[in-house]
């Protein structure tokens, strides 16, 4: 399997708090954290992707939605945490296919633990993540949307 390792930067981010319900529900915790970042439409200048993340909080217990806000966003009233940014192996897979999903989560985990160069780089707010990248134009026409999952790494010894 072929990987893309990637560099992401620090950001601040606006952030869903941690639902241990997993309810992406119009009245859940990630429901009204979808519909916050869903109706921001930032400027060609901040329309890059990824803005958003989705990771499971291994702490905490649950779900965690963020929003890479720049200066003049709104962070909604939604709590703003300081992202670490760093190092990402990811690779991409057709949401929902958990079986392809996890295949390939268990090779990316063989690429890094059999690497002489990088190592998982896990820690309190900088799990694995997830993110669609596909266009909402071309899910539309399609009718289905890439996955890219971002797996922490960094260089061994550092």
């Not at 939604?78 to 295949?103: H, M, Q, R, S």
């Not at 633990?113 to 896990?122: A, L, P, Y």
């Amino acid at each position: 399997m072929e990987f893309r390792i990637i560099s992401l930067p620090a950001f601040k981010a606006a952030s869903s708090g941690v639902d241990k319900n997993f309810d992406f529900s119009p009245t859940g915790v990630l429901g009204k954290f979808d519909k916050y970042f869903s109706a921001i439409k930032p400027s060609d200048r901040d329309s890059f992707l990824p803005r958003d993340f989705l990771y499971f909080d291994e702490e905490k217990q649950g779900m965690v939605w963020i929003w890479a806000l720049s200066e003049d966003m709104e962070d909604g009233g939604n709590e703003v945490i300081n992202f670490d940014g760093g190092c990402y192996l990811t690779y991409t897979y057709k949401d929902g296919d958990e079986a392809t999903n996890e295949k390939l989560y268990h090779e990316a985990l063989n690429y890094i633990e059999t690497s002489d160069i990088i190592e998982m780089d896990v820690r309190a707010n900088h799990y694995a993540m997830g993110h669609i990248i596909t266009p909402a134009e071309i899910i539309k026409a399609q009718g289905w949307a890439q996955m890219e999952t971002f797996i922490p790494i960094k260089l061994k010894n550092s």
